[in-house]
């Protein structure tokens, strides 16, 4: 399995976009987010996506030149177009707009329309959180008609609708979650048959309904099951009329569902209610409390929601970033069939 630094694999990746004549600051930013994405362990976001999102640029799908820019907006509201954009570009410039909203009012919702794939949504809600303020991202989207079975049946209707949230945390890092309301994100299944892997019981139905672990039955008619039966269920169904809805883009089980990713994010100043080194302390103080709680058997440490991320990056940065082969090997067939040397 090579093991590559995220400087090197980030050279590497912004040329390959370089080279699918996106211009230099797109290639830089996506590159960025991909290979962050594979720094916090989610390798399913992470530079495995290099060869679709090349194949969705020379396709049109992924408009690299997509202008960016606020159609509609209010003191505490703002509706971006992100032109066909990458997602990574429109987010990022998104979330920019909704802290220097919330920092003059406090609050403010950005929806994201016309928006591209946006990779991991803890990326945007933690850059939020890092200057003192609450971010909240939800997305649905990407496949028209859905992947994902509502509760209680067995075909496609949903997206698998991720949610993230972070606040200012503990050492200047901030405490989020960040997860799909499905089982599981989808290229975790992808990840899965890279690496020969069985799935989890719960995550996946064939094309007949009936549960299956090997993950080859998603790309042969197989349905994603919602984390945590109804529960993860209903999230989704509002991440479907939220962030679906402001965005534009609706539910992905109407017939004119675009393939884009209908997004919305908040943000919150802190200290418009705290201020926001008492809210770190805080923090700080309940998170040690609840490191102390018992532990079940077989629980080595109990960890904050970020934690294994920030763990995982911290490892990652210092011993570099491991790659299946398969992934390696897109990667490189990416490359040379764009004119680029690749050892
Ligand atoms: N752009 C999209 O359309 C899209 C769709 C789905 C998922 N995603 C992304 O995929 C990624 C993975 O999603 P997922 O659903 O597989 O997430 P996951 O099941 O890996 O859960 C990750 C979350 O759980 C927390 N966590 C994990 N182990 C923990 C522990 N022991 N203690 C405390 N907290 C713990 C993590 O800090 C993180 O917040 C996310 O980054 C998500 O944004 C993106």
């Keep these: 399995m090579p093991i590559i630094s995220a400087s090197e694999l980030t050279r590497r990746v912004r040329d390959v976009f370089g080279a699918a004549d996106c211009p230099e600051h797109v290639s830089g930013r996506v590159a960025e987010s991909l290979v962050e994405a594979n720094l916090t362990g989610h390798d399913s976001h992470g530079v495995i996506r290099v060869p679709y999102y090349v194949?969705?640029?020379?396709?049109?799908?992924?408009?690299?030149?997509?202008?960016?820019?606020?159609?509609r907006e209010s003191a505490t509201t703002a509706s971006l177009d992100c032109g066909h954009n990458f997602g990574q570009v429109g987010a990022a410039r998104g979330v920019e707009v909704a802290v220097a909203k919330a920092q003059e009012h406090d609050i403010a919702v950005v929806a994201?329309?016309?928006c591209g794939h946006v990779g991991r949504l803890g990326e945007y809600v933690v850059m939020a959180a890092q200057q003192g303020l609450m971010g909240l991202m939800a997305c649905n989207g990407l496949s028209q008609g859905g992947i994902v079975a509502p509760f209680g049946g067995i075909g496609r209707a949903l997206g698998t609708n991720p949610i993230a949230w972070a606040v200012p945390g503990v050492e200047g890092k901030p405490i989020f979650l960040d997860y799909a309301t499905s089982a599981c994100a989808q290229g975790k299944i992808q990840v899965a048959a890279d690496k020969g892997q069985e799935l989890p019981e719960g995550w996946l139905l064939d094309k007949n309904g009936q549960p299956t672990r090997d993950p080859h039955d998603q790309f042969d008619g197989g349905v994603m099951l919602p984390f945590a039966q109804h529960k993860g269920y209903a999230m989704s169904v509002l991440v479907e009329l939220l962030a679906g809805g402001l965005s534009g883009a609706g539910p992905a089980l109407l017939p004119d569902y675009p393939r884009?990713?209908?997004?919305m994010l908040i943000a919150l100043r802190i200290d418009a209610f705290q201020p926001v080194d008492a809210f770190r302390e805080m923090a700080a103080e309940f998170s040690r409390l609840l490191k102390t709680t018992p532990r079940a058997p077989g629980c080595e440490e109990i960890l904050l929601p970020g934690e294994p991320e920030w763990r995982s990056k911290e490892k990652r940065g210092s011993e570099g970033i491991p790659l299946p082969q398969k992934t390696w090997d897109r990667l490189q067939e990416t490359a040379v069939s764009l004119g680029l040397e690749w050892d």
């Design 112 to 114: 994201l329309e016309r």
């Design 55 to 71: 194949r969705s640029v020379q396709s049109g799908r992924i408009q690299p030149r997509g202008e960016i820019r606020i159609v």
């Design 260 to 263: 884009v990713q209908g997004a």
